[in-house]
């Protein structure tokens, strides 16, 4: 009798499956243990605002680290998008510099960073799921630290066609 179904060798089954979301989570995870030394002070945010192709509203998150080095700070951050037929997710790794502005209250700085994004496409012709790495550059402006919940307005371009053209973020820490 002849067999016309495959029959999976013990590798083939033994193999586990990773769907890119899950393997994506534990990239961030992952991150995140690593980026965070344990005597550092770390208090979180929030932050909200909306990208450029595609055209979405942000809602996400980040974390506020001590310096690394002189007005040198990693900012871990991560936003979810929603609109233009697309759910995306964003995990940031920011180097930011935060410039020493003399009786000021507000301190500008700039950067850049990579990003791993998510895009889960959902439209009429169809549909579709891809993640990539991506490089931003990035500035802004801290305000309100007298406040003890500093705010922070940023503009963020993507270098490459792998993320979205421009972010533009408002956010508060805690």
Sequence with gaps: MVCLVPIP????V???TF???????MMVALFFVLVAPA????SGGLRAGFSSNPDQV???GQLNMDPVSDHV???????????????????NGDVQYRFDVRDSKVRPYAGGGLTLYYFNLSNDF??????NLGVTILGGIFFGRESGHPMFAEAK?????????WKFIFGINF
Excluded: Q
């Design 9 to 12: 060798t013990h590798e083939e």
């Design 14 to 16: 033994m193999m586990p």
């Design 19 to 25: 769907r890119p979301v899950t393997g994506l989570l």
């Design 39 to 42: 005597h550092a002070e770390i």
């Design 58 to 60: 942000l809602v996400g």
């Design 73 to 91: 700070y990693i900012v871990p951050s991560a936003e979810a998008g929603f609109g233009d037929d697309a759910f995306t997710l964003s995990f």
């Design 126 to 131: 169809g549909g579709g799921s891809d993640t």
């Design 157 to 165: 371009a993507g270098l490459t066609d792998k993320v979205p053209d």
